[in-house]
């Protein structure tokens, strides 16, 4: 079965950038999604289709995908953006989630 | 506004079965096929399944074929999840989710409930 690959944890400080990837065989070649989820709460979407940006999204959330990683930016990373986050894709009629990756901001 | 509010969860013994439920509000729910995701205390998310907008169309993951059945009722904007045979490791908090688009393909997700807990344990 497909898998996704993220890092279990990264760490940043307030006001650099986060960096989490998501790999996947061929990823590159179909889209990939992101979620964040804050503890307590349901996901919510950061990014579909690669790099586009769900209305009420702030604009320092950015994506790409390319060969068989997706990566999801946060510039100028605010402690508010602490959160478990989720890449995801489709395939095979199946939807396929990331096994997450905590970010800290401290 | 789109509502998505799970219900049916709770404690339930190895072997025995529970029904979850999904009302919907807020969007065409006839529509859109919906999903079931889960969440295993302190893990990720895992995708259990999909029924397209008409209950024609259903998809399970591996984990869970022959156990749990999706259906809906959309003259009741109610999705439902069937869970036979429950093992502890089916212990998660479910949510429904509605997909971004109406079309199957590629779903990815707008609008999630709030999650029913469901614990499997003798």
């Known amino acids: 079965s497909y898998e996704l690959t993220q890092p279990p944890s990264v760490s940043v400080s307030p006001g650099q950038t986060a960096t989490i990837t998501c790999s996947g065989d061929?990823?590159?070649?179909?889209?990939a999604y992101w979620y964040q989820q804050k503890p307590g709460q349901s996901p919510v979407l950061v990014i579909y289709q690669d790099d586009k940006r769900p209305s009420g999204i702030r604009e320092r959330f950015s994506g790409s995908n390319s060969g068989n990683t997706a990566t999801l930016t946060i510039s100028g990373t605010q402690t508010m953006d602490e959160a478990d986050y989720y890449c995801?894709?489709?395939?095979?009629?199946?939807?396929?989630f990331g096994g997450g990756t905590k970010l800290t901001v401290l | 506004q789109v509502h998505l509010v799970e219900s049916g969860g709770g404690v339930v013994q190895p072997g025995r079965s529970l029904r979850l439920s999904c009302a919907a509000s807020g969007f065409s729910f006839n529509i859109y096929g919906m999903h079931w995701v889960r969440q295993a205390p302190g893990k990720g998310l895992e995708w259990v399944a999909h029924?397209?907008?008409?209950?024609?169309?259903?998809n399970q993951a591996d984990s869970v074929k022959g156990r749990f059945t999706i259906s809906r009722d959309n003259s009741k904007n109610t999705l439902y999840l069937q869970m036979n045979s429950l093992r502890p490791e089916d212990t998660a908090v479910y949510y429904c989710?509605?997909?971004?688009?109406?079309?199957?393909?590629?779903?990815?997700?707008?609008?999630w409930g709030q999650g029913t807990l469901v614990t499997v344990s003798s």
């Open positions: 029924i397209s907008h008409d209950g024609s169309i259903k």
């Open positions: 061929k990823l590159g070649d179909t889209y």
């Open positions: 989710a509605k997909p971004k688009l109406v079309s199957a393909a590629m779903p990815y997700f707008d609008f």
């Open positions: 995801q894709t489709w395939v095979s009629s199946t939807v396929v």
